[in-house]
Each structure stands twice: as C-alpha cells, then as structure tokens.
C-alpha cells in the first residue's frame, strides 16, 4: 500500500505534470494561428493581450521543468513538517509565486512584440524580419552568458538547499515571496535566453523545445558554468555570422 508521503509526492508530480501537459498543448494547438495575431486593423491593447497570453503559457511549460527540484524540495519541507506537528503553506503558494515573476515578463515581451509587429520586424511566426536585430539579439545573449550575474542567479537556481536556507521566509506570505526570489533567480539567468525566440520564431516549437532542454541542462547538470560560455561563444558567433552574411 502506498504510503501517505509517497502520495504526496505522486499527487504534487502529478499536478506539475498536468500544467505542463496543457501548456504545451495550448502552445501545440495555437502555433499554426499565430497570424490573427498580426491582422490587419488589429489595436496595440489587443496584440498585447493575445501575445501576453501567449508568452505566459510559453513560460509557464519552458521554465516549471527546470524549476522542479526547488518545488520538490520545498514540498518535501512542508511534508517533514507536517509530520513533526507544524504545517508550512502549500507548495502551489510558492510556485504562485515562481510563476508571477515570469508573469511580469511575459507582460514585458508581449508589449516589446506588439511593437515590433507594429513596426513590420517580425513575421506572424514571431520571427525577425530583420538581420541587425537578429544579430543584436543573439550577441547580446551570448554575451550574457559570460556575465557574472549569470553565474550568481545560476548558482540559486542549481542549490535548493542553499536557497531555502539563506532565504527562508515563513507563514502563506513567506512561500510567495520565496518564490519571487526563486523566481527573480531565475530570470536573471535566463530573461536573454527567451530574447532568442524573436531570432528562431517563439512558435516554432523545435526551438522553444530546444531552449527548454538547455535550460533544463545549464540549471540542473553537472559542469553549468562550462555549458553556459560554450553556449555563449555560440550565440555570439550566430550573431556575427548574420550580420556578416
């Protein structure tokens, strides 16, 4: 017979399972009709709507895969609690929280596309039209990679326990703003990565799988920092070689 821990835990990978199957569901069912999105006539408001949706499903399925071990762990925590007699607030107020951060982004770059659309530098694939802003974005990614604060966000994103441990907040408030922290972390490693839609086409789900899965690998295997320069040199050299060509 299972035990009350082992449900806990089937019922918790269950429920992050279940978002992430709709949001690639939605994504899969709505990227062949990204071309409403630049219609004719269409107001700013309404592009800005559409595409915010958009992104924030988008976000939701690319960043929850490599935000699961800090939500499993901060589960285990409310679960160990629990059992010496005190109760944490619900792992889905932590990722509430996880998930605003990118929520505000997603707000960001809906607003960012509208404009671009507006201005005839993207396709209705949300891909660039043009070869300079391809080229800036790509080395501007690159870049970034190399940077210091890529590392210090990386680092929390890679060390639950030491996150929780220097960040530790407490009561339904402290799980939410631990995870805008968890989040913040998060975005600063990766808020330029995301840019790279603009240049691949953010509904071409190749590449959108292709970032999830480096994402994945730069927060959670071993050898990050190496991964995340070779990357780096690679997007800089994309870059060069757009421009150049």
């Known amino acids: 017979m299972m035990s009350v821990a082992a449900r806990e835990r089937v019922v918790t990978g269950t429920g992050l399972a279940l978002v992430l199957a709709l949001a690639w569901g939605y994504l899969w069912s709505s990227a062949e009709s990204m071309e409403l999105m ?5 107001d700013l408001p309404s592009a800005v709507a559409l595409a915010f949706i958009m992104w924030t499903v988008m976000m939701a399925g690319m960043m929850l895969p490599s935000a699961a071990p800090a939500i499993v762990f901060y589960d285990t925590m409310v679960r160990k609690n629990r059992e ?18 990118w929520t505000g982004f997603s707000l960001v770059v ?17 891909e660039s039209a043009s070869a300079p802003l391809s080229a800036g974005v790509l080395v501007a990614a690159g870049l970034y990679q190399w940077l210091p604060v890529k590392n210090v ?7 639950p326990f030491e996150f929780f441990a220097t960040r530790w907040r407490a009561g339904a408030s402290g799980a939410f ?6 989040g913040s972390y998060c975005l600063g490693c990766c808020w330029v990565l995301m840019l790279v839609l603009f240049v691949t086409g953010a509904m071409d789900l190749l590449w959108v799988a292709i ?11 071993p050898a990050a920092a190496y991964t995340s320069r070779i990357a780096g040199l690679a ?6 070689w757009l421009l150049a060509s």
């Open 110 to 126: 809906a607003i960012v596309q509208a404009l671009l659309q507006e201005r005839m530098l993207l396709t209705p694939m949300i």
């Open 177 to 182: 703003r631990m995870g805008l922290a968890h």
């Open 211 to 221: 970032l999830t899965a480096f994402v994945f690998v730069e927060k959670l295997l």
């Open 153 to 159: 966000c990386l680092r929390a994103c890679r060390h």
């Open 235 to 240: 997007l800089i050299g994309w870059g060069v």
């Open 38 to 42: 630049t219609m004719p006539g269409m």
């Open 84 to 101: 010496r007699g005190s109760v944490l607030a619900p792992v889905w107020i932590f990722v509430a929280g996880y998930l605003a951060v």
